[in-house]
């Protein structure tokens, strides 16, 4: 079987171990500095002398020597003058063979330098530290960390230090250096496609700067034509027509400024359009009734209207007015356009002829000369409308030019398949049609393809969308739109978008996800695994520990007896642990099942499965009514009976436990309320409680647990897309709050 390389978290646990290893080490030593231990045995050159400490502990004692950690202790002159076990088994060597050799012997040559720099310093400062290679009986050589801790007995003063073997450790680093490694070859390949994708956009921006130079130009030059109108032309940008502009000729009609809103809709009842008033065959008419805000709210062009406009001034003028809709790619309509001719001339003119029927044979000679004044002016509104038809031309082939730099395939086709127009990508694509049907020049087939769906628009009325693929294998997405000439044929406006980049990223994506889901999978079985090889051994040490107890209890003493105990509940407690941790990966990595929960039968559930635990603590857990969630319900359930759970084991020792479940709809979101009279905790641990392992209280405290139950439930409140908060104060309970989704949106 090939050997599994570590993990990154494995290894990091390692990592965690060996420090653990080496602050025990560090502590026994403490305690042996600080007068912990009870009697040393100390050479003088007039015999050997015992030295008692006052209030030391045997335990120490017996401590040092059960550390796996190597201890030691230097006299004056840099000799061992007492080791442990550990020591001995790390050098290979029985311990009356190093007591009384010196310490750098036991050193690599090139290490017993800085072997001798790191006592000295020892001695000056009281402690020190430091990495070296020990050279074992074997010839082999072992990396150890030293720990030295200057130690005074009355007239004698020695060095106590700490062995602790991170071969491992080393191993550890070595593999992170090599993951290390990957991961800078990995960012540089991302790097260089990122520096090629870069130089791709730039050439795009570029294209984009000259496309939009273009524009820039084509909108001078029509603003330029739109100045030099002697009719008046008014526009909107805004649906609504709250702000409208002109050309000077309309400002001119109107006495307006070049930034007054000549709009009656204006929302600023101080605005230039709101101050003028329009009437109608003698009636006053509103905003809603004049041709833009017409031609923008019923979507089509208004006929030329003859209107009587009051000015601030006092001015009265007639003016003819049309409307007409603006409208984006998409056809909405996103504003309105009015040209407005000042007829009152020509009104006076009429006005002035119906007065002289009645004095027609006595003034013909008048009344041919102002027909003949009426008739020029007459040409010369002829000749404004000709200059307002080859501004309209001009429009038209602004138009055309904005389809001929568009970055998408554009053409019209007949029902009959024939291309009337294609813009420039159209024909660089698939060239010119010279008056053949689409399926004939593109495709080489004499009648119409299979596949095409675009006469559906001439069926429906409708736009439509659909896709196609072209025998070289490329993807098209595809618009229809019905379209209707100037003589009422019917006709189809389509937009074509090679999309096969895009649907290529798809596939990419659809199978680096289900690598991903498989991924997922097998580590979810790995952690099975794992945790079952893991337990069997500690099932194993709890055992034999528990048979050990009860057939060897006098022989082992109440020292042994003790050890024996700590170990079984040591063992205990790592057989949670590893529990908890499977029941953490899989609450992050199996897949979820939303249906319709009841909250408040699933609470209900939850504290039935805790009924032992609720009578043991004489406690009591009341359930209010809740809302229904999508959710799954086995992880909902695994969520609430943590929370009570929790409740009930952080009680207070002079009252009952009492707890109370409850929630409520808030919008999109529902709470859930789990209030206790516990002991609580200070909210500085607020966010702190809910990461793996952390426990606000020790070992030798009466509440047991492995620090992962709120993990676990922040994780399943994660997944649903929710949050979990806590509100407590020390000594007055604690109401933690989940919040989750009502609804979950499908595919997550």
């Known amino acids: 079987m090939e050997r599994r390389e570590p993990t990154r978290e494995e290894l990091l646990e390692k990592i965690r171990a060996l420090e653990d290893r080496l602050w025990e080490a560090e502590e026994t030593l403490h305690a042996i500095q600080n007068g912990e231990v009870d009697a040393l045995v100390i050479h003088k050159t007039d015999g050997e002398r015992l030295y008692t400490l006052t209030g030391a502990d045997h335990g120490y004692r017996v401590l040092v020597e059960s550390i796996s950690e190597g201890a030691l202790i230097l006299s004056s002159d840099d000799s061992i003058y007492y080791c442990n076990r550990a020591l001995a088994e790390m050098l290979g060597l029985p311990i009356p063979k190093i007591v009384g050799r010196k310490l750098d012997s036991y050193v690599a040559s090139e290490g017993r330098a800085q072997l001798r720099e790191l006592i000295e310093e020892g001695r000056g400062i009281g402690t020190a530290r430091g990495e070296f290679l020990m050279k074992r009986s074997d010839g082999t050589l072992l990396p150890v960390y030293i720990s030295l801790d200057c130690m005074r007995i009355e007239d004698f003063e020695g060095i106590c230090a700490v062995l602790t073997d991170f071969s491992e450790q080393k191993q550890v680093e070595e593999e992170l250096r090599r993951h290390r490694t990957q991961l800078e070859f990995l960012v540089g390949e991302r790097t260089t496609d990122l520096a090629r994708s870069n130089a791709e956009l730039q050439e795009e921006i570029a294209e984009r700067g000259k496309a939009e130079r273009e524009l820039f130009e084509t909108h001078q030059r029509l603003r330029a034509l739109m100045n030099a109108l002697p009719v008046g032309v008014s526009f909107s940008d805004d649906p609504t027509c709250r702000e409208i502009t002109g050309n000077p000729a309309v400002l001119a009609q109107f006495e307006a400024g070049l930034h007054d809103n000549l709009s009656a809709s204006a929302a600023d009842p101080d605005a230039r359009g709101r101050q003028v008033r329009f009437f109608r065959e003698g009636r006053e008419i509103s905003d809603a009734e004049l041709p833009l805000q017409r031609a923008v709210a019923e979507d089509r062009g208004i006929q030329p209207m003859e209107l009587e406009v009051l000015l601030p001034s006092g001015r009265r003028w007639i003016v003819e007015a049309s409307g007409a809709p603006l409208r984006n790619a998409e056809g909405k309509v996103t504003g309105g356009v009015a040209v407005t001719l000042d007829?009152?001339?020509?009104?006076?003119?009429?006005?002035?002829?119906?007065?002289?029927?009645?004095?027609?044979?006595?003034?013909?000679?008048?009344?041919?000369?102002?027909?003949?004044?009426?008739?020029?002016?007459?040409?010369?509104?002829?000749?404004?409308?000709?200059?307002?038809?080859?501004?309209?031309?001009?429009?038209?082939?602004?138009?055309?030019?904005?389809?001929?730099?568009?970055?998408?395939?554009?053409?019209?086709?007949?029902?009959?398949?024939?291309?009337?127009?294609?813009?420039?990508?159209?024909?660089?694509?698939?060239?010119?049609?010279?008056?053949?049907?689409?399926?004939?020049?593109?495709?080489?087939?004499?009648?119409?393809c299979e596949f095409c769906e675009s006469c559906k628009v001439l069926q429906t009325n409708?736009?439509?969308?659909?896709?196609?693929?072209?025998?070289?294998?490329?993807?098209?997405?595809?618009?229809?739109?019905?379209?209707?000439?100037?003589?009422?044929?019917?006709?189809?406006?389509?937009?074509?978008?090679?999309?096969?980049?895009?649907?290529?990223?798809?596939?990419?994506?659809?199978?680096?996800?289900?690598?991903?889901?498989?991924?997922?999978?097998?580590?979810?079985?790995?952690?099975?695994?794992?945790?079952?090889?893991?337990?069997?051994?500690?099932?194993?040490?709890?055992?034999?520990?528990?048979?050990?107890?009860?057939?060897?209890?006098?022989?082992?003493?109440?020292?042994?007896?003790?050890?024996?105990?700590?170990?079984?509940?040591?063992?205990?407690?790592?057989?949670?642990?590893?529990?908890?941790?499977?029941?953490?990966?899989?609450?992050?990595?199996?897949?979820?099942?939303?249906?319709?929960?009841?909250?408040?039968?699933?609470?209900?559930?939850?504290?039935?499965?805790?009924?032992?635990?609720?009578?043991?603590?004489?406690?009591?857990?009341?359930?209010?009514?809740?809302?229904?969630?999508?959710?799954?319900?086995?992880?909902?359930?695994?969520?609430?009976?943590?929370?009570?759970?929790?409740?009930?084991?952080?009680?207070?020792?002079?009252?009952?436990?009492?707890?109370?479940?409850?929630?409520?709809?808030?919008?999109?979101?529902?709470?859930?309320?789990?209030?206790?009279?516990?002991?609580?905790?200070?909210?500085?641990?607020?966010?702190?409680?809910?990461?793996?392992?952390?426990?606000?209280?020790?070992?030798?405290?009466?509440?047991?647990?492995?620090?992962?139950?709120?993990?676990?439930?922040?994780?399943?409140?994660?997944?649903?897309?929710?949050?979990?908060?806590?509100?407590?104060?020390?000594?007055?309970?604690?109401?933690?709050?989940?919040?989750?989704?009502?609804?979950?949106?499908?595919?997550?």
């Open 343 to 448: 007829i009152t001339g020509r009104k006076r003119m009429e006005e002035e002829l119906r007065k002289s029927r009645d004095e027609l044979e006595i003034r013909v000679r008048e009344r041919t000369a102002e027909l003949v004044k009426v008739n020029d002016e007459l040409l010369a509104e002829i000749d404004e409308r000709e200059r307002a038809e080859r501004a309209v031309k001009a429009e038209r082939q602004r138009f055309y030019d904005v389809l001929e730099t568009l970055p998408v395939h554009v053409c019209l086709l007949t029902p009959d398949y024939h291309v009337l127009f294609a813009n420039r990508l159209f024909r660089e694509c698939f060239g010119e049609s010279q008056g053949r049907c689409c399926h004939d020049y593109i495709l080489q087939q004499p009648e119409p």
């Open 462 to 748: 409708q736009p439509y969308h659909w896709e196609r693929k072209l025998p070289d294998g490329r993807i098209i997405d595809v618009h229809d739109f019905p379209f209707t000439d100037t003589y009422g044929s019917p006709l189809i406006l389509e937009m074509n978008v090679d999309i096969t980049e895009r649907r290529q990223a798809e596939e990419k994506l659809k199978a680096y996800t289900a690598r991903l889901e498989l991924m997922n999978r097998e580590l979810a079985d790995f952690a099975f695994i794992a945790s079952h090889d893991l337990q069997e051994p500690l099932r194993k040490i709890q055992t034999f520990g528990h048979m050990l107890n009860k057939r060897y209890s006098e022989v082992l003493g109440a020292v042994g007896r003790d050890y024996m105990d700590r170990m079984i509940r040591a063992a205990g407690r790592m057989s949670d642990l590893i529990r908890a941790l499977l029941v953490y990966s899989r609450t992050g990595t199996s897949l979820l099942d939303y249906t319709p929960v009841s909250l408040t039968e699933v609470a209900e559930q939850a504290a039935s499965d805790l009924e032992f635990l609720i009578h043991e603590a004489k406690g009591s857990v009341k359930i209010g009514e809740m809302p229904t969630v999508e959710a799954d319900a086995a992880l909902v359930r695994q969520l609430l009976q943590n929370m009570i759970e929790n409740a009930i084991k952080y009680h207070k020792e002079s009252e009952p436990p009492m707890v109370k479940v409850y929630g409520s709809a808030e919008g999109p979101l529902c709470h859930i309320f789990i209030e206790d009279n516990g002991i609580g905790f200070d909210e500085r641990y607020r966010r702190e409680i809910f990461k793996p392992f952390e426990r606000l209280h020790g070992r030798n405290s009466p509440y047991s647990g492995t620090g992962m139950g709120l993990a676990i439930c922040m994780k399943i409140a994660a997944r649903h897309g929710g949050d979990i908060t806590v509100n407590s104060t020390p000594g007055q309970g604690a109401t933690f709050i989940v919040t989750l989704p009502r609804k979950q949106e499908r595919g997550t």
